[in-house]
């Protein structure tokens, strides 16, 4: 009976997972079709306008070339027309002397005709002056007068042949399209909060200037969904075929990315989206079981002297997981295990992470105020006391920094303290590797190892801190980076070598 009730289980649980992938293909589809019809309205309107402009730049240029024909016109009439005036002032010039040579022929009597030449030869001598060099230009004009027009009727140099250009037209097409390229998810890289994203073309193409990546986060591990999904983050003009995204906070399980190639004019296809996974140590401060004296705010904890006064208590905070790795559990630290708002009394200023540590290695990282007096990291099981400190308890392991008279940084646990001769950071990197039951502080920066506790963890951990006249940042959604586990590789080679420090605690 029980066997079939699993099987009947397991079916039923297949087949809600189907009906969520179809449901979610659904969407796909619906998102698909919506943006079919916007981008095939938005491709129509850049066709309208490409053709608009096309248009004004023929009307321009039809406008500028009729200008220059009528422009051309009125050289040739107005040349026409001065030439034609020259053309009637000789002939005018020339009649008159036409008509005087005329009637001095006609006349019969020479008495007559001797009076006539008298009165010539006195007009002769009277006009010497005027008269003959009036007769020279008039001579001189009818006989240099050209008789053939000085500019031609032709316009045939101002005629065009849009007949390449007519065919240009023709040829007009759509603009090649480059293909989708392929993201090789083999190659791809996920390490030390960076992603790097290696793409290819499925065949040569010399006209690709540049990529187009897109990536986003989710916590869903198969098709990308459409709906409660975060934007896509853009990264443009990617002259390679990789590139690496760097300075990431996985807070969640995956990250989705895609790729398109673009020429200098239009951008293809995007690739088939790729669903890389991003595991990584994901809490926030459990304001529940912090001391009254602590101003809890999500990964920030600040010494708070008025006693909380004007916060306001958080009751039932439900136990939701944002963490991007499998293993971590949220755990109950809320009202019904640790009772009011103030966990921690006494001079407990403590503050637990809202999600256990049962498996696995993980990184977080704390940063403090420059004025902070005092300060401790690290971890607990969860029956820390309401009166105990971190690093004061058998089932807890911190480094504590003491700023109050001089500066001193120490290893604590079980009520033992070590004193560390090494500089104080300015951020403290925490490795836990509860498998292998070590617990290691770095200097975040450097990634110098300043200690290093090795036990046996018995129970789940929670991170701890504890903070007085200060407050403390801390750094989540971390993988653990490859120095600090090159580093640890070289220590687990060393770890004969123990120190007072280190036990095995139940």
């Known amino acids: 009976m029980d066997e079939q009730r699993e099987t009947l289980q397991r079916i039923v649980s297949t087949l809600a997972n189907k009906n969520d992938e179809i449901h979610n293909f659904i969407d796909i589809l619906n998102h698909t079709i919506k943006n079919v019809q916007v981008n095939s309205s938005s491709a129509i309107s850049e066709l309208d306008e490409e053709f608009d402009r096309l248009y004004s730049v023929l009307y321009e240029m039809s406008g500028t070339m009729a200008n220059t024909i009528r422009q051309e016109a009125a050289h040739k009439i107005q040349a026409l027309q001065d030439q034609l005036s020259q053309c009637r002032n000789a002939l005018e010039s020339s009649e008159e002397l036409l008509e005087l040579a005329t009637q001095s022929l006609d006349i019969k009597d020479p008495v007559e005709f001797l009076k006539v030449e008298n009165i010539e030869k006195m007009y002769v001598r009277q006009m010497l002056a005027g008269r003959e060099i009036k007769d020279r230009v008039t001579v001189a004009s009818v006989f240099r007068l050209s008789l053939k027009p000085e500019v031609s009727d032709s316009m045939t140099h101002l005629m065009v042949d849009f007949s390449m250009e007519r065919h240009m037209l023709q040829a007009i097409k759509f603009l090649p399209v480059p293909r989708a390229p392929e993201i090789d998810v083999a190659a791809c890289v996920v390490a030390d909060n960076c992603i790097t994203v290696s793409w290819g073309m499925p065949e040569e193409d010399s006209r690709i200037d540049h990529f ?36 990431l906070k996985f807070d969640k399980k995956y990250v989705n990315v895609r790729v398109k190639a673009c020429n200098k004019a239009v951008a293809g296809e995007y690739s088939d989206p790729a669903t890389l996974e991003t595991k990584a140590f994901v809490f926030s401060l459990d304001s529940t079981s ?13 010494w708070d002297p008025t006693g909380g006064k004007g916060q306001l208590k958080i009751k039932g905070k439900e136990n939701k997981s944002r963490s991007g790795a499998l293993s971590p ?13 103030d966990r921690f009394v006494g001079e407990s200023y403590t503050v637990l992470g ?25 971890v607990t099981y969860r029956n820390l006391g309401k009166f105990d400190q971190l690093g004061k308890t058998s089932s807890s392991w911190c480094i504590h920094i003491n700023n109050w008279l001089q500066t001193v940084l120490s290893a604590k646990h079980s009520n033992k303290t070590k004193t560390l001769d090494t500089p104080v950071p300015d951020r403290v990197g925490v490795y836990c590797d509860f498998d292998g039951g070590q617990l290691s502080f770095y200097n975040a920066n450097s990634k110098e190892l300043l ?22 940042t801390v750094s989540t959604g971390l993988q653990v980076p490859s120095a600090v586990s090159m580093v640890q590789k070289s220590e687990n080679r060393l770890s004969g070598s123990t120190n007072s420090l280190n036990n095995i605690a139940y």
């Open 290 to 302: 912090s001391h009254l004296n602590l101003k809890v705010e999500d990964t920030y904890v600040e």
């Open 329 to 341: 559990k949220r755990t109950s630290v809320g009202p019904a295990a640790r009772g009011s708002r």
């Open 354 to 378: 809202d999600t256990t540590i049962e498996s696995g290695q993980h990184y977080w990282e704390v940063k403090a105020q420059k004025d902070c007096k005092s300060y401790s990291v690290g």
């Open 451 to 472: 200690y290093t506790f090795r036990t046996k963890f018995t129970q789940p951990l929670l991170p701890g801190f504890m903070t007085w006249c200060g407050g403390l």
């Open 212 to 247: 187009v990546l897109e990536y986003r986060k989710t916590d869903f591990g198969g098709l990308p969904r459409v709906k409660d999904e975060q934007h896509w983050e853009v990264i443009d003009n990617i002259k390679a075929t990789e590139y690496t995204i760097s300075g």
